[in-house]
């Protein structure tokens, strides 16, 4: 996600695609153990049962909602974090781009 204020607050209960049951979202920009090099836009667990252990966990992205039953609380400490954050994806996406344009002129 390149615009991280789009992210949906923590707490909230979303309907993903092709999905019957809610996930509520427990966590943001998340990366699996396995895969560091790919991150996610969230972490959810089942809803209403919350968080059952890591096997009822799972990853997705913004683009896999359907529908957003529920968004969760915030205020000016969560708006400083998405600030924090996005400043820290837009300082990555230039170094990536600044190494891909030095490999293409070589």
């Not at 695609?17 to 699996?32: D, P, V, W, Y």
């Not at 957003?68 to 300082?91: C, K, T």
């Amino acid at each position: 996600m390149k615009n991280i204020k789009e992210l949906l607050p923590i707490g909230s209960v979303v309907l993903l695609k092709g999905g019957t049951k809610k996930t509520i979202i427990m966590g943001i920009l998340q990366a699996l153990p396995e895969n560091k090099d790919q991150v996610y836009d969230y972490l959810g667990v089942p809803y209403p049962e919350g968080y059952m252990g890591t096997k009822a966990t799972y990853v997705f992205n913004h683009e896999d909602i359907n529908d957003v039953i529920f968004e969760g609380y915030q205020n000016p400490e969560r708006e400083g974090l998405l600030m924090l954050l996005q400043s820290v994806y837009d300082r990555a996406a230039e170094r990536v781009d600044q190494e891909n344009a030095g490999e293409k002129e070589e």
